[in-house]
């Protein structure tokens, strides 16, 4: 049993307990509040009067299956050899020894979202996993798949227009993802009306992987920065009746209402990147600030390693000096990064019953000068900040 | 004339005033900076509340010659296929209309470097300039503030791995830059014997810069991340008795005292990096710290694109955070790249004739609650925070 004491808690889903308590058992919170009764055996952290959050959580990234520090060796992001690909499985290229996740332990980073890269029109299963120090992924998954990720835009058409070979445009892009579903939706039919297991279709692993697309199991999570990009990515999913996230939504400022209608998950980032491509030349913290006033809900990323992923809660913190309220950006990288994924029973808020995900920090946690102090990933310290 | 009141300022040379007042005359240079001055005929413009620091500078930028936002089609910073191009400028690449300006000057930097890339081991000159203007030519402070070489991945990646010629690891690079200086010290002497003789001599543009660099009238400014790589700069540089700065210094800290004892500069940076590279894996945020500690004139640079320019404040903080002091950290942001650019009689600090590049926040930097409000060059506004 682990408690902790004096602290200040953020719990985001039921606002702030000052000088509180909070007992953590089996890996679960198990109670807090300010008149806690902590048994003996505990072991007791005094935060002597600090902050205390949900673990931070990135929703988009390529950590493990893009390592750094190692280059070819090490990047596992794009099975950019075949522009639809839903059979790979993120979890397939998980390194968990990659230095990053060091790195996220150290920045309050408890769970990410690991998606397949952006090459690819669909690029595979996505999987979310606990930021703990293991060598073997299936110990660390919180859910698998979470998603299957697609894309938009001028990745998938880039590797491929060169080769030459389908798509080569962004109208090829959408049909090739259309004739993808389509496919799909047709093996699910015929699977549905044999009556007897010989008269099942032939296997199609293209088309086995998106069954649980097409019955809205998991969410499409589709890479799409421009304007256009964004509406085509929500136009294909309304035809197919999909569950879908958005991810980058680069040019978001300019659909806030489209957005706040669709009333859909949106993954917002790396917004500290610069205009790398064309499609994100405008990139700036408008999106965020924009949906904000507007309670469009969103979660920031990322999409570490194109910006490294410890910086993810300076991003937020760049967010609230551009406009954003503080505590909605707090929410942002926590609870609703949590919901984007589909994991918010488990993790994002500090509730009884939840994981007890949480990060004992030196100072207001979006603060640039603010450090995590402790890092806790299910009952466990994972992380200690040494003090010079 | 313009007088400036209300704000606390940190004229970074001199003592702070809280508050304090600059005058500006009509030529955009600071006239006067004290607690109070006598100004009966000046604008008044009153700050009361604000903080003041000099313009930034970035002391090494690839702005307007990296395709910020406009993809493949601005890419000017690598001349290809030939390994040593001295003969370059990055002048004659600069694009001062590219948004990485306007987000240059967003970012309270209002002097940068401009450096080729690192694809070729000479790589060609750099030069100093302002943020704001539209003919890069009136915005040059001083030009060429260096010539630019590389060591490590980049250029062996570039011409041994895709153009198949050398040099194909880091001693080939080494050795190519030892011929071209080696060729340029004997240029030289026939140069200088020609020049006392009065004799036609026969200009050879690649080896101009070198000529400069031997001369000591501008160093060479060496890209060297891994801890070799930087003593290989400086073996190199001493063998031929030039000044030098070190570029990024990724791995200084692990050769702080080394490079305390030889009383380098290091211009440091990309911050926030995701150690994309090999040679980048040691990456820290502790970097400027330890580098400072150790007697390492140390500036902060952006090398953007790869840390966008508008977050270079946000840089200053982590390296703050992780320990740079407070004063060191606002001196390796304006007076140490001043000096080491060698423009400091005209910007780095806020003394009388310099020139009156300033920037306004409505707090003290290096927190997520205070933000740059106006950036001001030569005494003009040239950027103001919108408001979202």
Redesign the interface.
Same mark, same amino acid.
């Given at each position: 049993m682990l408690a902790i004491i004096n602290a200040r808690l953020e719990t985001i889903s039921h606002g702030i307990i000052e000088d509180g308590q909070i007992l953590m058992e089996g890996g679960i919170i198990k109670a807090l509040g300010t008149e806690l009764e902590i048994p003996e055996d505990a072991q007791i952290i005094n935060a002597e009067g600090r902050t205390v959050t949900p673990g931070i959580i990135e929703p988009h990234t390529h950590i493990g299956i893009s390592e750094?520090?190692?280059?070819w060796e090490g990047n596992d992001t794009n099975e950019s050899t075949n522009p639809i690909t839903p059979w790979c499985q993120a979890i397939d290229g998980v390194n968990m020894l990659d230095?990053?996740f060091q790195d996220f332990r150290e920045a309050g980073i408890t769970t990410v979202n690991i998606l397949p890269g952006s090459s690819n029109i669909i690029g595979g299963t996505s999987v979310a996993v606990k930021c703990k120090q293991t060598t073997i992924v299936d110990d660390v998954v919180i859910l698998n798949p979470s998603g299957m990720k697609a894309s938009l835009g001028e990745n998938p058409k880039r590797p491929y227009a060169a080769k030459p070979k389908t798509p080569s445009t962004r109208m090829g892009s959408a049909a090739l993802l259309r004739e993808a579903l389509i496919k799909a939706r047709q093996y699910l039919e015929k699977q549905n009306q044999v009556k007897s297991e010989k008269d099942l279709p032939k296997f199609d692993k293209e088309s086995e992987a998106l069954i649980p697309v097409i019955k809205g199991e998991i969410p499409l999570r589709i890479h799409c920065h421009r304007a256009d990009d964004i509406v085509t990515a929500i136009r294909i999913c309304k035809e197919f009746d999909l569950q879908y996230t958005l991810e980058h939504v680069t040019d978001g400022y300019l659909l806030v209402d489209f957005l706040k209608e669709n009333a859909g998950h949106y993954a917002i980032g790396p917004t500290?990147?610069?205009?790398?491509?064309?499609e994100?030349?405008?990139r700036?913290?408008?999106t965020p600030?924009?949906l904000s006033?507007a309670e469009v809900d969103f979660t920031l990323t990322t999409d570490?390693?194109?910006?490294?992923?410890q910086?993810l809660i300076?991003t937020a913190?760049?967010a609230?000096?551009?406009?954003m309220k503080r505590d909605a950006a707090l929410k942002s990288i926590t609870l609703t990064a949590a919901e984007h994924i589909g994991i918010q029973s488990r993790v994002g808020s500090l509730e009884v019953g939840k994981d007890a995900d949480l990060v004992i920090w030196s100072d207001d946690p979006?603060?640039?000068?603010?450090?995590a102090d402790i890092t806790i990933i299910d009952g466990q310290i994972v992380f200690t900040r040494e003090v010079? | 004339m313009l007088l400036i009141k209300g704000a606390k300022i940190y004229p970074v040379i001199g003592s702070i005033l809280d508050p304090g007042m600059i005058l500006i005359n009509d030529l955009g240079k600071i006239e006067a900076i004290g607690s109070t001055i006598d100004a009966p005929n000046a604008e008044i413009v009153d700050y009361t509340g604000k903080v003041i620091l000099p313009g930034l500078i970035d002391a090494h930028s690839h702005i307007g010659i990296w395709g910020?936002?406009?993809?493949k089609a601005g890419y000017d910073g690598n001349e290809i296929p030939e390994p040593i191009v001295g003969k370059v400028n990055a002048l004659d690449s600069v694009n001062p209309f590219q948004?990485?300006f306007a987000?240059a000057r967003e970012g309270g930097i209002t002097t940068v470097q401009i450096l080729p890339g690192s694809g070729n081991p000479i790589g060609g000159l750099g030069f100093s300039c302002k943020t704001a203007g539209i003919i890069i030519d009136d915005m040059v402070i001083k030009n060429p503030t260096g010539l630019k070489g590389a060591l490590g991945e980049n250029p062996k990646r570039l011409h041994g791995k895709e153009f198949k010629h050398s040099p194909s690891t880091r001693m080939g690079t080494a050795a190519l830059i030892r011929d071209y200086f080696q060729n340029a010290r004997e240029y030289m002497i026939k140069k200088d014997e020609a020049k006392t003789r009065g004799e036609y001599f026969e200009i050879d543009l690649n080896l101009e810069p070198a000529y400069l660099v031997l001369k000591g009238e501008i160093p060479f400014r060496v890209h060297a991340h891994r801890h070799d790589d930087i003593v290989t700069a400086i073996r190199l540089c001493e063998e031929f008795g030039i000044n030098y700065s070190i570029e990024h210094c990724t791995d200084g800290h692990l050769i702080a005292e080394f490079l305390g004892n030889k009383g380098a500069v290091a211009h440091v940076g990309p911050g926030?990096?995701?150690?994309?590279?090999?040679e980048? +894996?040691?990456?820290t945020d502790r970097n400027p710290a330890i580098l400072a500690k150790h007697g390492v004139k140390v500036c902060l640079m952006t090398d953007?694109?790869f840390l966008?320019c508008?977050?270079f404040l +946000?840089y200053g +903080?982590?390296a703050?955070?992780h320990?740079l002091s407070f004063d060191d950290t606002l001196k390796a942001m304006t007076i140490n790249p001043a000096e080491s650019l060698g423009i400091a009689d005209r910007v780095g600090s806020l003394e009388p004739t310099k020139d009156a590049d300033f920037i306004v926040l409505n707090g003290e930097p290096?927190?997520?609650?205070?933000?740059i409000e106006k950036t001001f060059i030569e005494g003009k506004l040239v950027w103001k925070r919108p408001?979202?």
């Open positions: 750094q520090g190692v280059g230095d990053a500290m990147h610069y205009g790398s491509k064309v994100n030349k405008d700036d913290f408008r600030v924009y006033q570490h390693p194109v910006v490294a992923g910086y300076l913190g760049l609230v000096s551009w406009g979006l603060d640039f000068t603010t450090f010079e | 910020d936002g406009e993809g948004r990485s987000g926030l990096s995701s150690r994309g590279k090999v980048t +894996a040691n990456f953007h694109p966008n508008r977050h +946000a +903080a982590v703050y955070k320990g290096f927190t997520y609650t205070s933000v408001v979202f």
